[in-house]
């Protein structure tokens, strides 16, 4: 399956969701599926292997619910912080 350039690199990507998902917020894109009016990711936890999550590939480029990384939550309310404080009122 040929990719669109935009979601090419997310198959093997690392990210850290902002919020816990079914206990875990460090996961990896195992793969992609097209599907009516895009893609989705499929993702699994990286310390347990069964847990695994599905949704719109788009949605990771959403850097309020997920960081590229793998981050610590420390890390990630830092940069939300600095974030609120460079944003125009």
Request: aromatic share 8%; with cysteine.
């Amino acid at each position: 399956m040929s990719l669109p350039p935009r979601y090419a690199h997310l198959v093997g990507s690392k990210f850290t969701a902002t919020a816990p998902i079914s206990g875990w917020c460090q996961f990896h894109v195992v793969g992609l599926r097209k599907v009516e009016g895009g893609y989705d990711a499929e993702l699994r936890a990286s310390c347990e292997a069964t847990v695994e999550l599905r949704l719109p590939a788009k949605e990771l480029f959403n850097r309020e619910a997920w960081s590229r990384g793998w981050k610590r939550l420390s890390e990630l309310t830092k940069v939300e912080a600095q974030r609120e404080i460079t944003r125009p009122p």
